[in-house]
T-cell receptor
Framework: AQRVTQPEKLLSVFKGAPVELKCNYSYSGSPELFWYVQYSRQRLQLLLRHISRESIKGFTADLNKGETSFHLKKPFAQEEDSAMYYC????????????FGGGTRLMVKP | ETGVTQSPTHLIKTRGQQVTLRCSSQ?????VSWYQQALGQGPQFIFQYYREEENGRGNFPPRFSGLQFPNYSSELNVNALELDDSALYLC?????????FGPGTRLLVL
């Protein structure tokens, strides 16, 4: 069975500080991993996926199969990054049927 | 904005009743997934429909059922409601490898 763990419920940093949101997973197959974000009063939306190896809004995430991790990083946090972040694993073949972690609330203080 | 809508926004039911939640996907999105999000937790995958057939299911009992219609709308039906069914119910439609989430229906079971 697949599982996604986000060990921190809340992460509070000052503006300009580096941010790392942790995500660990367990999955017997080849994982497809995603980060979703939910800003205040907005719906859940895709931030990035590991396959794309892209940087979105300054965030990057590297899949580490040895450590079964997919941590989300940003070198300099901005106040507008404050949101709820969810790590998710897909057991489908098209980025769907997602298993989500419990989420981490990121608060960026001025 | 992707145009995934859900109705109603809020709903109150009593234990043992039945409920139907509705989702309208964007035209061309032939896959729809439903998720349950309890307070303070990440979304949990209920099931997925592709071209009007269920093609994936999470760890939910048979009293959770669904339908998908040719006009890209879908329903989630829950029979014999229990107190633990109180949650935010999200639908997500898929195009290619991206899931687009609706705003959710908040269900309270008393």
């Amino acid at each position: 069975a697949q599982r996604v763990t986000q060990p921190e419920k809340l992460l509070s940093v000052f503006k300009g500080a580096p941010v790392e949101l942790k995500c660990n997973y367990s999955y017997s197959g080849s994982p497809e991993l995603f980060w979703y974000v939910q800003y205040s009063r907005q719906r859940l939306q895709l931030l990035l996926r590991h396959i794309s190896r892209e940087s979105i809004k300054g965030f990057t995430a590297d899949l580490n199969k040895g450590e079964t991790s997919f941590h989300l990083k940003k070198p300099f946090a901005q106040e507008e990054d404050s949101a709820m972040y969810y790590c998710a694993l897909s057991r489908g073949n098209a980025g769907n049927m997602l298993t989500f972690g419990g989420g981490t609330r990121l608060m960026v203080k001025p | 904005e992707t145009g995934v809508t859900q109705s109603p926004t809020h709903l109150i039911k009593t234990r043992g009743q039945q409920v139907t939640l509705r989702c309208s996907s964007q035209s061309g999105h032939n896959t729809v997934s439903w998720y349950q999000q309890a307070l303070g937790q990440g979304p949990q995958f209920i099931f997925q429909y592709y071209r009007e057939e269920e093609n994936g299911r999470g760890n939910f009992p048979p009293r959770f059922s669904g339908l998908q219609f040719p006009n890209y709308s879908s329903e989630l039906n829950v029979n014999a409601l229990e107190l633990d069914d109180s949650a935010l119910y999200l639908c997500a439609s898929s195009l290619m490898e991206t899931q687009y989430f609706g705003p959710g229906t908040r269900l309270l079971v008393l």
